[in-house]
T-cell receptor, first 114, second 118 residues
Framework: QKEVEQDPGPLSVPEGAIVSLNCTYS??????FMWYRQYSRKGPELLMY????GNKEDGRFTAQVDKSSKYISLFIRDSQPSDSATYLC??????????????FGKGMKLTVNP | DTGVSQNPRHKITKRGQNVTFRCDPI?????LYWYRQTLGQGPEFLTY????????KSRLLSDRFSAERPKGSFSTLEIQRTEQGDSAMYLC????????????????FGPGTRLTVL
């Protein structure tokens, strides 16, 4: 079993739809949860960052973390064609003086159709 | 542009050749990470530097791979005797250590170097 599981899709939605992306994880040491967006042939770009359980909202994006269920979600409201990209969940554990390497899901390819 | 830069952006090589990639992190960032991403997969951690010290290496980093970060600035990743299985996107990320409780360093990624081994 991989440490982070993410449905790779692909997912195709009409413009204006609400999109829900999810990841599950198995490592209880993960404390930091991130969502990155990656356009084709580009590096990942940080979208949202959350620490511990709870919700965080930023514009049309909402990130949710449920540590008891080891489950995180990203919601995109009023999706736009420019949101078409691959969305990667990523997690890390706090390390005293060591690396905080990211463990990524496979990525979900999202297409928003005009 | 003050982001992370990587060179070259694309590299095509024949099996058995050596290749070297360069990463220039955001200035003053003390942490530098290398990841590898294959088609349809998320990036996988390879190695990590804090300043010039290489502090962690993944088991994915075979002895054909070597990374350096002289003077704690730019970093190079060399692959010797390339194999077709090395074909991937090699991503570099940098971050600035924060000691603030409850926060982790934000890793900023470069555009990657796409390696194709024929």
């Amino acid at each position: 079993q991989k440490e982070v599981e993410q449905d790779p899709g692909p997912l195709s939605v009409p413009e204006g739809a609400i999109v829900s992306l999810n990841c599950t994880y198995s490592n209880s040491a993960f404390q930091y949860f991130m969502w990155y967006r990656q356009y084709s042939r580009k590096g990942p770009e940080l979208l949202m960052y959350t620490y511990s359980s709870g919700n965080k909202e930023d514009g049309r994006f909402t990130a949710q973390v449920d540590k008891s269920s080891k489950y995180i979600s990203l919601f995109i409201r009023d999706s736009q064609p420019s949101d078409s990209a691959t969305y990667l969940c990523a997690m890390s554990a706090r390390s005293q003086g060591g690396s905080e390497k990211l463990v990524f899901g496979k990525g979900m390819k999202l297409t928003v159709n005009p | 542009d003050t982001g992370v830069s990587q060179n070259p952006r694309h590299k095509i090589t024949k099996r058995g050749q050596n290749v070297t990639f360069r990463c220039d992190p955001i200035s003053e960032h003390n942490r530098l990470y290398w990841y590898r991403q294959t088609l349809g997969q998320g990036p996988e951690f390879l190695t990590y530097f804090q300043n010039e010290a290489q502090l962690e290496k993944s088991r994915l980093l075979s002895d054909r791979f070597s990374a350096e970060r002289p003077k704690g600035s730019f970093s190079t990743l060399e692959i010797q005797r390339t194999e077709q299985g090395d074909s991937a996107m090699y991503l570099c990320a940098s971050s600035l250590t924060t000691r603030t409780s409850g926060r982790t360093d934000t890793q900023y990624f470069g555009p990657g170097t796409r390696l194709t081994v024929l």
